[in-house]
């Protein structure tokens, strides 16, 4: 079975800075991998996906992502962040197309500035 | 763009009683999901519905539960007998088709259970 481990509960960043949200799934074949954000109050916003191909994937609002096998993992990291980008944010993983998404718990990420 | 609505927003019920939980996916998308979150807790997969028929269900998705399709636009979850723990944020997704990807989230609606 599928699951999906976000280590991080919570994240603090300065504004500008780096951030990098961790990402780690358990999938015996070669899984379709997702980052979704959630705003407080709002639904699942799709950020970014990884299916196949290049395993570093562009997103919207500046975010990207790595797939890295050996590892199994998915991190999304964006190189400067901005205020707007304070949310909780969801790991992902599906075992196929137009299969079930399990979640991970959520990392939720503060910006101070 | 197109995006998957869903009503009401927020419904607060009593203990024992049944609700009905709407969504309108994307148009010319044939898959069909609920999840739900409990308030701080992850996303949760209940079912999947493909062809008017569930392809997919959680342990979650008990007989308390039900989903249908009655038209060509909306897409239903029932809980017949609301229980106190049935309060959370319920999600619909909708998918193209099934050589494609991206399951799209509707806003969710937040039920109350007292």
Request: aromatic share 14%.
């Amino acid at each position: 079975a599928q699951s999906v481990t976000q280590p991080d509960i919570h994240i603090t960043v300065s504004e500008g800075a780096s951030l990098e949200l961790r990402c780690n799934y358990s999938y015996g074949a070669t899984p379709y991998l997702f980052w979704y954000v959630q705003s407080p109050g709002q639904g699942l916003q799709l950020l970014l996906k990884y299916f196949s191909g290049d395993t570093l994937v562009q997103g919207i609002k500046g975010f990207e992502a790595e797939f890295k096998r050996s590892q199994s993992s998915f991190n999304l990291r964006k190189p400067s962040v901005h205020w707007s980008d304070a949310a909780e944010y969801f790991c992902a993983v599906g075992a196929r197309q137009g299969n079930k998404l399990v979640f991970g718990a959520g990392t939720i990420l503060r910006v101070k500035s | 763009e197109p995006e998957v609505t869903q009503t009401p927003s927020h419904q607060v019920t009593q203990m024992g009683q049944e609700v009905i939980l709407r969504c309108v996916p994307i148009s010319n998308h044939l898959y069909f999901y609920w999840y739900r979150q409990i308030l701080g807790q992850k996303v949760e997969f209940l079912v999947s519905f493909y062809n008017n028929e569930i392809s997919e269900k959680s342990e979650i998705f008990d007989d308390q539960f039900s989903v249908e399709r009655p038209d060509g636009s909306n897409f239903t979850l029932k809980i017949r007998s609301t229980k106190l723990e049935d309060s959370a944020m319920y999600f619909c997704a909708s998918i193209r088709q099934v050589t494609t990807d991206t399951q799209y989230f509707g806003p969710g609606t937040r039920l109350t259970v007292l």
